[in-house]
Structures are given as structure tokens and as C-alpha cells.
């Protein structure tokens, strides 16, 4: 590390006027990287997710707790023409503004984005929808106009096919366990609005990013996309396996499952000399991973077999050793308690709270972890300071 620290951001203002996931998540990247983000919120109740417990940790659920470091907090009712003002000269006043509201809102609160960007070409403004502006996918069906209606993630996990290909064989339409499409369309807005930052430095103005959920879901299919478009092929649920790959999966040991990955033909070969069946290796049906991917009904029975003759911990100890990538499924608690797990815990030091511990920014810079500037902030904690700058 040198003289500049971990704040790379330092010096550029965020108004966040979004609220859930999403648009928190990628405020708290800001944040997190030096930003100064101020998230408004309604008077009383604030964030949603502030009541979505328990747990509960000094009023505030443990999911809020998790996006909202580093940040500070104003409470304003924009349907007031005082809230309305209020939240106007601070997007004057600052670099970027986010939202996430129904498409039109920010109009009918005489807040619209073009009438922001108009006063102030410098400032950069960032737009999170469910389906951006464009009709719902499945609209012929009587679904409606996305536009007039918010994005869960559970929703687009359904409408994006995430859903169709999560799940047992056979098995029913399952959600990932996590809101993995939120964290990729928060992820993806960082991004968008980092790029347009840099563009400023270059030429001067800002610039209107947006992402939809629904975009995000379909990008973060990837491969099974590329599957489909490219080779015609209907991807399904197929547990832990791998379209594309074989043997890459979960495999039952004569005690607890574990993963295998093997990812290429030379480490499937190891794979089968740490199970004393190399002739496998050499069968043609399974000498290459396309050949392994054609007759997997084949193969993987063998496989099954041959791992439910030991403990996990003896195949994970050989095949480690054989340089096969493997791994034991843990359990939350698990990777936690494990050395790297708690590696990722950042214990923030909060006066009204606590001590919380959570999970720290993943970004290193020059080895160092971003540092926590401000605990997760009270409904309108910082409402008065805000005010103060606004007026000094």
C-alpha cells in the first residue's frame, strides 16, 4: 500500500435512491471504494429490507445489515414537494444518482432523470428496472406491461429460465438459494456507472446507464445461453452436473457427498487411477469430455459405484494428491469456521448496535481490504448533517 489508500472513489457523491437489493448492493461497491453515498429513505420505515427478519440486530434486519455499510442515511418523503427539493439539490450536488423505481416515477415526482442531466451535464445518472422499457417477456400471454410493475428476484429467476435448469432430473422448477440475479444486476450497474465516471474525467459529461433485471438474468446464463442460440438444445435441471462437462458433479462417498471436477481429459485420466479403474480413461466412450458428455448415462453409474465404497475424506485426501480439483459441500456454519471462510468476516464497530460482523468487500487493493468507514446507518441518521452541507 502507499499515501493513497483504499479509496479510489474518495471525492465522488452518490445520491442512492434505490432500495432493496440491487441498487444497494452496487452503492455499497461505491461505497465501499471510497464514495461518499448518501441513501435516502422514507421517514418511519425506510429500506424495505430493514424489516425483512429476523434475524434482527438493533431493530434492523441481519439482510439490511448486509448492503448498506459505509453509507449515510436522509430520511425524505419525495411525494412532498419539501422531500422533492430537498432530494433535487442533492442530485445538483452530486456525481451520480441512482434509482430504482417503476419507470415514470421520478417524473411524476418532478424528479425525471432528463430534467436532472439537463441542469447538470456533468452528472452521471443510473436507472435500475425489471424489465427496462421494453414489454414483458410472455406479455402475448396476458402477463402485462412489465414496466408497471416491480422486479422480484424470484420472479425474473422464473421468467429469465434460471429455474428451469436449477433442480434435480425430473425433479420440480427450483430457486437458486440466494438473490443471485439482484447481486448480478447491483454488480452490473457498478460497473456501468464506474465506466461512465472515467468517460467524464475524459470528456467532460456524464452519461444515463441502465440495467434491467431481466437483461442481467439472461447474461448471467452464459453457456446454457450460448447452448440454446447456438446449438438448438433446450437446457434442463440436472442437479449438480454439468452441461458441458463430465465428470463434474456431486458424488456420494459412504458418508457425506463431495464435489469432483474434473475438467479436462487429463485429470478425468487421474480421476480414474485414483479409483483403480484406469481402463476407463481409455474406453473410447470416455476418452475425450465430448465423448464423457455423449455417454455420461454410462459413465456416471460407474462412477457412483466406485466413490460409495469409501469415506469422503479418504477420496478427498487421494484425489487432492493426484491434483484433481474436489471439494467437501459445506454447510454455511462450515465456511465460516473454516480458515478461508473467516478470512472474509470484517467486524464493523457500530456504537448503537454493536459489534456486527460481516462479510468484508471481496476487491483488494494492493492486498488491503476496503475499509469500513460507517457501520449500516439508522433510518435518517445522518438527516440534519446532510441538511447542514446542503444549506452551507
Not at 411525494?79 to 422533492?84: I, N
Not at 437458486?176 to 450497474?189: F, I, K, M, Q
Not at 466412450?285 to 456416471?300: E, G, K, M, P
Not at 460409495?308 to 491434483?323: I, K, N, P, Q
Request: aromatic content about 4%; hydrophobic content about 45%; proline content about 7%.
Amino acid at each position: 500500500m502507499d499515501a493513497r489508500g483504499t479509496s479510489p472513489l474518495e471525492g465522488v457523491r452518490v445520491l442512492d435512491l434505490s432500495r432493496i437489493l440491487a441498487g444497494p448492493l452496487a452503492t455499497m461497491v461505491l461505497a465501499d471504494l471510497g464514495a461518499d453515498v448518501i441513501k435516502v429513505e422514507r421517514p418511519g420505515s425506510g429500506d424495505d429490507t430493514r424489516a425483512w427478519g429476523p434475524p434482527f440486530v438493533g431493530g434492523d434486519a441481519a439482510y439490511f445489515l448486509s448492503l448498506n455499510r459505509n453509507k449515510r442515511s436522509i430520511a425524505l418523503d419525495l411525494r412532498t414537494d419539501a422531500g422533492a427539493d430537498v432530494v433535487r439539490r442533492l442530485a445538483l450536488r452530486s456525481d451520480v444518482v441512482i434509482e430504482n423505481f417503476r419507470p415514470g416515477l421520478m417524473s411524476r415526482f418532478g424528479l425525471g432523470l432528463d430534467v436532472l442531466r439537463a441542469a447538470d451535464p456533468r452528472l452521471i445518472t443510473c436507472s435500475l428496472t425489471a424489465f427496462g422499457q421494453g414489454p414483458e417477456p410472455g406479455a402475448d400471454q396476458g402477463a402485462g406491461d412489465a414496466a408497471a410493475r416491480p422486479g422480484y428476484d424470484i420472479i425474473v429467476q422464473a421468467l429469465c429460465g434460471l429455474m428451469s435448469i436449477t433442480g434435480e432430473r425430473e425433479g420440480e422448477p427450483t430457486k437458486v438459494g440466494v438473490a443471485l440475479l439482484d447481486v448480478v444486476t447491483g454488480l452490473y450497474a457498478a460497473i456501468a456507472i464506474q465506466s461512465a465516471l472515467v468517460e467524464r474525467a475524459r470528456t467532460g459529461l456524464g452519461r444515463h446507464v441502465s440495467v434491467s433485471l431481466f437483461d442481467a438474468s439472461v447474461a448471467a446464463l452464459v453457456n446454457q445461453a450460448a447452448n440454446h442460440l447456438l446449438g438448438g438444445t433446450v437446457p434442463g435441471p440436472l442437479g449438480s452436473e454439468h452441461p458441458n462437462i463430465v465428470p463434474y458433479q456431486m458424488f456420494h462417498a459412504r458418508d457425506r457427498p463431495f464435489i469432483l471436477a474434473a475438467g479436462n481429459d487429463k485429470l478425468f485420466a487421474a480421476t480414474c487411477e485414483v479409483l483403480g479403474r484406469p481402463s476407463l480413461a481409455d474406453d473410447e466412450r470416455f476418452a475425450t469430455n465430448d465423448a464423457r458428455v455423449t455417454h455420461r448415462q454410462s459413465l456416471i453409474p460407474e462412477l457412483r459405484a466406485a466413490f460409495a465404497d469409501r469415506t469422503a475424506a479418504a477420496w478427498l485426501r487421494d484425489l487432492e494428491a493426484a491434483g484433481v480439483p474436489c471439494a467437501p459441500i459445506r454447510r454455511i456454519d462450515e465456511v465460516f469456521a473454516s480458515p478461508e471462510g473467516a478470512a472474509t468476516v470484517q467486524t464493523v464497530a457500530d456504537p448503537g448496535r454493536g459489534p456486527l460482523r460481516l462479510v468484508a468487500d471481496p476487491i483488494r487493493i494492493d492486498g488491503s481490504v476496503p475499509a469500513v468507514r460507517r457501520p449500516p446507518p439508522r433510518v435518517g441518521e445522518h438527516t440534519e448533517e446532510i441538511l447542514r452541507e446542503l444549506d452551507g
